[in-house]
């Protein structure tokens, strides 16, 4: 069964026409081709994003037309794609094509929704509270780690041979790799504070990683985000 943002689509009096296929994502690699050299220079960039499309049935005694306009707009506002026979695995959704759908039967309907989504499966994970130096072990490919310091002065990070000095903070900063943004959020109201990180975003590599902090760093929240191709 599809869940959207964890909501069964059953709710809506939809079922899947068939079983699933499992999508993966397609890698930019450019191949360049040199006279005199054997075989072609190969380069490898980022992965694309992936375009699935899944198509829905619908039967109720109460009739498609209703329930289909419900059910669009269940499509539109979901950020999460996820599978009740892959638990704790999502997609998020970046957008969506739903196609005019086919009525034959008042009661009856089918349609095909196209989703792009972001290139990898996500993990659900959590957040984890580090005090001392430790080891993270990535299960998957290379993930943008979420990284909440508590700091009275200056301090750095060190995530594996990354550091990230962090500058003139009293309380904490949030680090986001996958916004490429550090900040603070108090009161709802939100801070730039990227004039007070020295280094480049952190990524956790597939395996294991050391944390450890130093200065006046008193602890680290890391929520991982683990992530599959």
Do not use: C
């Not at 992965?47 to 498609?64: Q, V």
């Not at 506002?77 to 599978?83: D, E, G, P, Q």
């Not at 499966?121 to 993270?136: D, H, K, N, R």
């Not at 790799?177 to 504070?193: D, K, P």
């Amino acid at each position: 069964m599809v869940n959207l943002d964890n909501v069964s689509i059953a709710k809506y009096n939809l079922s899947l026409a068939d079983r699933p296929p499992i999508p993966t994502p397609e890698q930019d690699v450019e191949h360049k081709e040199i006279r005199g050299r054997h075989g072609s220079l190969t380069k490898k960039y980022a992965f694309k994003d992936i375009e699935y499309k899944l198509t829905f049935n619908f039967l109720d005694d109460n009739g498609f037309k209703q329930a289909f306009r419900t059910a669009k707009l269940a499509f539109f506002n979901a950020k999460k794609l996820s599978f009740d026979d892959d638990p704790g695995i999502y997609y998020k959704i970046k957008s969506l094509v739903i196609d005019d759908a086919d009525n034959d039967v008042e009661e009856y309907g089918q349609f095909e929704v196209t989703f792009t989504l972001d290139p990898f499966a996500y993990q659900e994970t959590s957040t984890q509270t580090i005090t001392a130096a430790t080891t993270l072990n990535n299960p998957g490919y290379e993930s943008e780690p979420y990284i909440k310091a508590y700091v009275a002065g200056n301090g750095n990070i060190y995530v594996g041979g990354q550091m990230i000095a962090i500058t003139n903070i009293n309380g904490t900063i949030e680090i986001d790799t996958a916004l490429m943004n550090a900040y603070r959020v108090e009161n709802g109201l939100i801070t730039n504070l990227n004039s007070h990180m020295v280094g480049n975003f952190p990524v956790l590599p597939h395996g294991q990683t050391k944390i450890s902090f130093d200065g006046a760093i008193s602890k680290l929240e890391i929520d991982p985000r683990w992530r599959w191709i």
